[in-house]
Every structure is written in C-alpha cells, then in structure tokens.
C-alpha cells in the first residue's frame, strides 16, 4: 500500500452557508467533516469517494480512536439533518449519501450527498479559510464551531450574533422551541462553552479569538460579539509516513510554539525558553493581556508587558 504524505497545516474550503447552518455534530464528526474538506479539490467528479485514514487523524490530533466510537459517530452522521438558511426558506439536508469501511486499512470511504455537493463546490469567493490541524488540535466541539465562525469574520473587525442565534447554529438550542435549551443561564455558557472554546482556539490555532458578551435589548445578556485577531505566522509541516512520525510531530509542534510566542515580539532565546517550559503559561498570560486591552487598557510595548509578568513570576 502506497503511504501518504498529509499536510496539516493545509488550507480548508468550507462554505459559509455550512459554516453558519445548524447542528448538533459532535467533535468526532466535526473532525470528520474537516478531514473530508481538506480533500476535496475544485475539479472532483460527481460520486467521488474520498478515503479518510484515521492515522492521519490521530497523528494530527495525539489522540486515539476508538472503533466502535467512530462506527456509531458515523451512522448518526449519515442521518443528521443540517439545516441551512437560505434566502427563500430553511433547507435540511444529510451531507453523505454512503461511508464504507474498508477491512484492513484502518480507513473509510465517504461519498457527498448530491443536494450537498454546491455547499462544497460551488464556492467561488464564498469561503471560510481554515487550518486543518487548527481545527482537529481543539478537542471541544464548540470550539470548532466558533474557530469556524470567527474565521468567517477574520479581518473584518468581529461579527455580531443573538446569543440566542449562536446557541442555535451550536445545536444548543431548538429554533422550535421544542427541545431543553442547554446552558441557558449566561454565566455556564460562558463557563462551558465560550470560555473552553476561547481557551483552545488561542492555544491551538493559528489565530486570536475572544469575544464580548452585551446587553442590547434590556437588563440582560442577549448579544455575543466575537472577534478574531490577528493571524499567527505558520510553519509548513509535511508529515512522511515513511519516517518516524512522532518526532516530526513533536518538532512541529515545538516549532509551532516558538513562532506564535515571537509573533507576539518575544526575542528569540525567550520564546524558545517559554516554548518548552513555559506554554501554558504564555497562553494564559496572552489572553490576560488580550482581555486587558478589549476593556480598554492601553499597553504600548506588549513583549516587555508580558516579559515583565514573567520575570514578577520568577518564570525568567
């Protein structure tokens, strides 16, 4: 069997009509689907079938699939309706018409459900850019859904949303009614949901997000703001399965790391030293400092504001 090379850090169509349609899809099958547009190209035939390895999955994400989690994931897949606002009315549709598992590989085919095939292909200047390990790297479904919406907006200053619109396009609430809204108390959205999501998108992805909750119409929160910030410079990784594969990851992401902390304006030998000792710490501290300055506090050297936190916590 012929051994692939994958790119993780490789560009993303996704429609915005799908990046803003609503459902439920749970983080397995969002890593799915994001596997499947990363193969997609413009000039695929009708029923082609794209074959997806779950190694490749794995090797990207550090994380194991289990068999039967992935069997099930998919057969609900196969029968989720995404729904779709368009212009003259609601469109439900199931994105895949067949998925097969081929015995032996480690890998399944998907083939696109042909009233969805113009959400993938027909996408001309109507796209979402995303990063392909950005997207699989964040472990909570949520976070893939507003990396995917904050992307949507990238550039342009943030977007505004309903909190009560968002929690439909997150599957989280029923636009019927009919359904249990989940987290309906403000304060465990931004706890479970916002937070979690803000937390894995600054530290995964090749952006910076963060958002703004509002009271427009009364007392309480009902409008969400999100903004995405500037973008990190990235560094092409291309993976050999033919070589060790966990050192490559490893150097991937250590050098990953080392370019988000300089784009930031740390001098090199800090960056690396932050890189390896001190991730978690630069990340949360980046995000004090993103939150600072959203209140309106005005820093004007930020790579000496934030060595200067490290040096007060004894980190340099």
Same mark, same amino acid.
């Given at each position: 069997?012929?051994? !692939? *090379?994958?790119?993780?850090? /490789? &560009?993303? /169509?996704?429609h915005n009509t799908i990046t803003s349609g609503r459902t439920d899809y749970s983080a397995c099958q969002? @890593?799915?689907l994001f596997m499947l547009l990363a193969c997609i190209e413009d000039t695929d035939a009708p029923k082609k079938r794209y074959n997806i390895r779950v190694k490749d999955i794995e090797l990207i994400t550090s994380r194991k699939w289990n068999y039967q989690q992935l069997l099930e994931s998919n057969e609900e897949m196969m029968s989720r309706v995404f729904k779709i606002e368009e212009e003259d009315g609601l469109r439900q549709i199931v994105l895949f =018409?067949? $998925? &097969?598992?081929? %015995?032996?590989? +480690? =890998?399944?085919?998907?083939?696109?459900?042909?009233?969805?095939?113009?959400?993938?292909f027909e996408l001309k200047n109507n796209y979402t850019l995303l990063e392909l390990k950005s997207v699989l790297s964040c472990t909570s479904k949520h976070a893939k859904r507003l990396y995917s919406l904050a992307c !949507?907006?990238?550039g342009t200053g943030g977007h505004t949303y309903s909190i009560g619109e968002l929690k439909?396009?997150?599957?989280? /609430? %029923?636009?019927? +009614? *009919?359904? *249990?809204?989940q987290y309906s108390e403000i304060t465990m959205f931004k706890k479970q949901v916002l937070d979690i999501a803000k937390r894995q998108i600054n530290e995964h992805t090749d952006i910076v997000f963060d958002y703004e909750l509002l009271k427009v119409k009364g007392r309480s929160f009902d409008t969400i703001k999100l903004f995405c910030g500037f973008a990190k410079p990235k560094l092409q990784m291309e993976i050999d399965f033919n070589v060790d594969l966990e050192k490559q990851k490893k150097n991937g992401e250590l050098l990953q790391k080392i370019?988000? $902390? !300089?784009? $930031? +304006? $740390?001098? @090199? %030998?800090?960056?690396e030293l932050w890189a390896v000792k001190y991730w978690k710490q630069f990340v949360e501290e980046k995000n004090n400092l993103l939150e600072a300055i959203q209140k309106g506090k005005v820093i004007a050297d930020k790579p000496a504001y934030l060595a200067g936190i490290f040096k007060k916590k004894g980190y340099v």
């Amino acid at each position: 069997m012929e051994l !692939q *090379k994958t790119t993780p850090e /490789k &560009k993303i /169509k996704q429609h915005n009509t799908i990046t803003s349609g609503r459902t439920d899809y749970s983080a397995c099958q969002l @890593d799915v689907l994001f596997m499947l547009l990363a193969c997609i190209e413009d000039t695929d035939a009708p029923k082609k079938r794209y074959n997806i390895r779950v190694k490749d999955i794995e090797l990207i994400t550090s994380r194991k699939w289990n068999y039967q989690q992935l069997l099930e994931s998919n057969e609900e897949m196969m029968s989720r309706v995404f729904k779709i606002e368009e212009e003259d009315g609601l469109r439900q549709i199931v994105l895949f =018409s067949e $998925i &097969k598992y081929l %015995d032996g590989t +480690g =890998s399944f085919d998907m083939v696109i459900n042909e009233p969805a095939r113009p959400y993938f292909f027909e996408l001309k200047n109507n796209y979402t850019l995303l990063e392909l390990k950005s997207v699989l790297s964040c472990t909570s479904k949520h976070a893939k859904r507003l990396y995917s919406l904050a992307c !949507q907006w990238r550039g342009t200053g943030g977007h505004t949303y309903s909190i009560g619109e968002l929690k439909e396009m997150l599957g989280l /609430k %029923d636009p019927k +009614g *009919k359904e *249990k809204e989940q987290y309906s108390e403000i304060t465990m959205f931004k706890k479970q949901v916002l937070d979690i999501a803000k937390r894995q998108i600054n530290e995964h992805t090749d952006i910076v997000f963060d958002y703004e909750l509002l009271k427009v119409k009364g007392r309480s929160f009902d409008t969400i703001k999100l903004f995405c910030g500037f973008a990190k410079p990235k560094l092409q990784m291309e993976i050999d399965f033919n070589v060790d594969l966990e050192k490559q990851k490893k150097n991937g992401e250590l050098l990953q790391k080392i370019a988000n $902390i !300089q784009a $930031i +304006g $740390i001098r @090199d %030998d800090l960056a690396e030293l932050w890189a390896v000792k001190y991730w978690k710490q630069f990340v949360e501290e980046k995000n004090n400092l993103l939150e600072a300055i959203q209140k309106g506090k005005v820093i004007a050297d930020k790579p000496a504001y934030l060595a200067g936190i490290f040096k007060k916590k004894g980190y340099v």
